[in-house]
């Protein structure tokens, strides 16, 4: 089928917008706000709002939307600075424990690999993102050693994504060290680790394309154990594609690496900011925060 919508100039996408029975109270401001942020991106907060002959519910305002993008903006912000304090403490504990076992060039070692040809696509990667690197350490490396020479784990894996990190460690055939890392985060055991790490990474990405997390299913299902070391949840009832499953792993791993976190304050701050966003709709169940987890 051939392509044939004409482009639409941000007036007549209000328009439109108004003839399937969206109420716009201030059109300077939605034409503001849609010269900001393009009508694709926003059309998928539109949808909640929508019959399914496309015309919009009664009472449905514009205002309304855009309040829920924000909040997913918001939330996107909270949650990618949670990744990253996740992501250094990953990356830091991971070069520590690997590089004593094995020393700091286990990542060129087939050996300690459980799959060759992960092992030969890991290792395409790094070399890549070495030959690309712009960091002074790996400049002044290469001045000292040659440009034919990895640098040792602590500088090599600094310049990795947290997707190659995860499989660097997914596939480390050394089981009593991945143990040590998961059980350093208060986690029982390294599946579930790995679990939500693929897991935390497709948030991760969702986040950094600053793509809708809102109300979103996640492929990657972080395994929810009953019974954890630290303050948890009932698993009961839990969607594990939903934003709340992948959440609950985020507070609970940043308590695994500072007991002081504030994450769990700061989204319960968020979601009573915008009282009018629903949490059933990221799959937050029916007394979410009365949870351990979550005091």
């Keep these: 089928m051939e ?8 007036t007549d996408q209000l328009a439109a917008l108004e003839q399937r029975g969206l109420t716009i109270n201030d059109l300077t401001a939605a ?12 059309a998928a907060y ?10 919009f519910r009664a009472g449905s305002t514009f205002e309304q ?4 993008y924000m909040f997913d903006v918001e939330l996107r912000r909270l949650l990618f600075a949670a990744v990253q304090r996740i992501e250094i403490a990953l990356r830091s ?13 286990w990542f060129l070692d087939a050996s300690v690999a459980t799959d060759k040809r992960k092992f030969a696509e890991n290792l395409a990667t790094l070399q890549r993102e070495l030959e690309r690197s712009k960091e002074d350490f790996i400049k002044e490396h290469t001045a000292k050693y040659g440009p034919t020479n990895f640098p040792p784990a602590w500088k090599m894996l600094e310049l990795v994504s947290f997707g190659c990190l ?3 460690y997914m596939n480390f055939a050394d089981t009593p ?9 208060g986690v029982a055991k390294y599946e579930y680790l790995e679990s939500w790490m693929k897991a935390v990474n497709a948030l991760r990405n969702a986040c950094a394309h600053h793509a809708r997390v809102w109300n979103r299913n996640f492929p990657n299902r972080p395994q929810l ?3 954890l070391r630290h303050e948890w949840i009932n698993v009961d009832g839990i969607a594990p594609t939903s934003l709340y499953a992948i959440i609950c792993c985020i507070a609970y791993w940043l308590r695994g690496i500072d007991p002081q976190s504030t994450f769990a304050t700061d989204l319960k701050t968020l979601l009573a900011k915008y009282p009018t966003v629903s949490p059933s709709a990221m799959g937050f169940v029916q007394g979410w925060e009365r949870e351990p987890l979550w005091q």
């Excluded at 060290?177 to 985060?185: D, L, Q, T, Y």
């Design 65 to 68: 939307v855009t309040t829920l």
């Design 3 to 10: 392509y044939n919508k004409p482009a639409l100039s941000i």
């Design 46 to 55: 539109l949808r909640i709002f929508e019959q399914p002959d496309r015309t």
């Design 31 to 42: 034409e503001q706000f849609l010269n900001n942020v393009s009508y694709f991106r926003f």
């Design 177 to 185: 060290a991945r143990k040590r890392i998961a059980r350093s985060f």
């Design 93 to 105: 504990r991971v070069i520590h424990q690997f590089s004593l076992a094995h020393g700091p060039f």
């Design 166 to 168: 995860t499989k660097l």
């Design 225 to 227: 154990p009953s019974v």
